[in-house]
């Protein structure tokens, strides 16, 4: 048996992130957290105990229809590079709400990121 992970082991291993082309440009994206496909009335854990098929049911519906601020949180998080940010504040970020303006590159991230966050979930055999 070995030793317990170190945090840069650990760090290494939770890094999942990636290249993808959208609308001919290229952004470095991340998986998001579940957690954040959902609002604040969404209670996971209540359809976690009623079962996988209940969540999984509940998870596909936010995905296929996500509302205004699960979109923002999902851009805000799952874009890297270039950096996206909330306001006009700063000069080296993009605001989200310019993204968001231009649906074909918004939808194109949005479905980007969600589909790289689902592919990292093991699959059951």
Not at 60 to 74: D, S, T, Y
Not at 77 to 106: M, N, Q, R, T, W
Request: aromatic fraction near 8%.
């Amino acid at each position: 048996m070995t030793g317990p992970i170190s945090a840069a082991e650990l760090n290494e291993h939770l890094k999942k992130e990636k290249a993808v082309a959208v609308c001919g440009m290229t952004f470095h994206i991340r998986r998001v957290p579940l957690l954040f496909l959902g609002d604040e009335s969404a209670d996971f854990w209540t359809l976690a105990r009623e079962g996988k098929e209940a969540l999984a049911k509940r998870m596909n519906e936010l995905i296929a229809n996500p509302k205004l601020p699960q979109f923002r949180r999902v851009l805000l998080y799952g874009v890297i590079s270039p950096k996206i940010g909330i306001g006009d504040g700063d000069s080296d970020a993009v605001p989200v709400d310019a993204i968001l303006a231009e649906y074909p590159l918004a939808v194109g991230l949005y479905v980007e990121i969600i589909n790289f966050t689902l592919d990292t979930i093991p699959k059951e055999a």
